[in-house]
């Protein structure tokens, strides 16, 4: 059974920086994409990050360009989001989410998510 | 980039009567070579993670009732809830992978 889990999410002062983790079991990790896709309280699903399961391909949305950077771990089946610059506007729920099919993005398994809140 | 709309914002409906959800994309997200539409549709309910309906516009994912089905394709997708139970109380997100940055609709609250 694939199992996500995410970790790594708390209260950060804007301008600061966390790092979320998502530890991933049940599945061939290296076959397949991930993504994290976050939602603001109250509000519906953003997509912001994927990278392929080879870990050489990256995607981003344009408001974390920069700021975010995604990457992945084969050894320690982990996803991580390294998150800099952080704003009030990041504060949300983060997903990580696993691709249905290899060389595919669409996500199928999600994690129960991880909050970040970016407050002063 | 896709701009997925979504309409109605939210509806009510009584047990046991069908309810339908639209979809649009601001470009078609209709793969010409395998003739798939990389559309997806979720189910969230509050305090839960997103949860796979359909996807292809139209298959239904593991253990999703048949109550649930979906169709269109291009730019414009509609998702049916025949007969809603107890259960189907949730938002409906349709998203597009299609291509980077994938995108979601705003949802649709669906209630009782």
């Known amino acids: 059974e694939v199992h996500l889990a995410e970790s790594g999410g708390g209260l950060v002062q804007p301008g600061g920086s966390l790092r979320l983790s998502c530890a991933a079991s049940?599945?061939?990790?290296?076959?397949?994409?991930m993504t994290w896709v976050r939602q603001a309280p109250g509000k519906g699903l953003e997509w912001v990050a994927s990278?392929?399961?080879?870990?050489?391909?990256?995607y981003y949305t344009d408001l974390v360009k920069g700021r975010f950077v995604i990457s992945r771990d084969t050894s320690r089946r982990a996803v991580y989001l390294e998150m800099d610059g952080l704003r009030v506007d990041d504060s949300a729920v983060y997903f990580c989410?696993?691709?249905?099919?290899?060389?595919?993005?669409?996500?199928?398994?999600w994690g129960q998510g991880t909050l970040v809140a970016v407050s002063s | 980039d896709i701009v997925m709309t979504q309409s109605p914002d939210s509806l009510a409906v009584s047990l046991g009567e069908g309810a339908t959800i639209n979809c649009k994309s601001s470009?078609?997200?209709?793969?010409?070579?395998?003739?798939?539409?990389?559309l997806a549709w979720y189910q969230q309910k509050p305090g839960q993670p997103p949860k796979l309906l359909l996807y292809?516009?139209?298959t239904r994912a593991s253990e999703v009732p048949d109550r649930f089905s979906g169709s269109g394709s291009a730019t414009e997708f509609t998702l049916t809830i025949r007969s809603l139970q107890a259960e189907d109380v949730a938002t409906y997100y349709c998203?597009?992978?299609?291509?980077?940055?994938?995108?979601f609709g705003p949802g649709t609250k669906v209630e009782i």
């Open positions: 989410a696993k691709a249905m099919f290899p060389r595919n993005y669409l996500f199928v398994s």
């Open positions: 049940g599945f061939t990790f290296s076959d397949f994409a």
């Open positions: 990278i392929n399961g080879a870990g050489t391909t990256t």
């Open positions: 470009q078609s997200v209709l793969h010409t070579t395998t003739g798939k539409n990389s």
């Open positions: 292809w516009a139209s």
């Open positions: 998203h597009q992978f299609h291509r980077t940055p994938f995108s």
